[in-house]
């Protein structure tokens, strides 16, 4: 597959993405994406100074609901990929009276 204005085959990468650091919730986080790799460099714009590329593929991102799901599409359309692990969430169990302990850490 030939990127319109790059010379090489795009590289997708599948990844669970990290929740939301303003939150402390999990929500959102039920699904995999897949984001392609830059196939061509980026270039600044003389008069505006705005960044550009002739890579439309950086602008796609895809949503599945499970990474097989993801792998399958990718394999189907014959699309090199790369799985990203998931990172495993540790929860430290506290209680809400720990916010109000003298010596706790912040």
């Known amino acids: 597959m030939q990127v319109p204005g790059g010379s090489r085959t795009p590289v997708a990468k599948i990844h669970r993405p990290a929740r939301n650091v303003m ?3 999990a929500y959102g986080r039920n ?3 897949m984001e392609f790799e ?3 460099s980026r270039y600044r714009d003389s008069l505006m ?3 550009g590329s002739k890579d439309t593929a950086q602008q796609v991102r895809l949503h599945f ?3 097989e799901d993801a792998i399958s599409y990718a394999k189907a ?3 090199l990929y790369v799985v990203l692990q998931d ?3 540790r929860k430290k169990p506290k209680s809400y ?3 109000f302990f003298k010596n706790r850490e912040l």
């Open 65 to 67: 609901p499970n990474k």
């Open 31 to 33: 699904f995999w994406c």
């Open 38 to 40: 830059p196939s061509c």
């Open 77 to 79: 359309r014959g699309i």
């Open 23 to 25: 939150q402390s919730g």
């Open 49 to 51: 100074g705005w960044v």
């Open 97 to 99: 009276s720990e916010n």
């Open 87 to 89: 990172q495993a969430t």
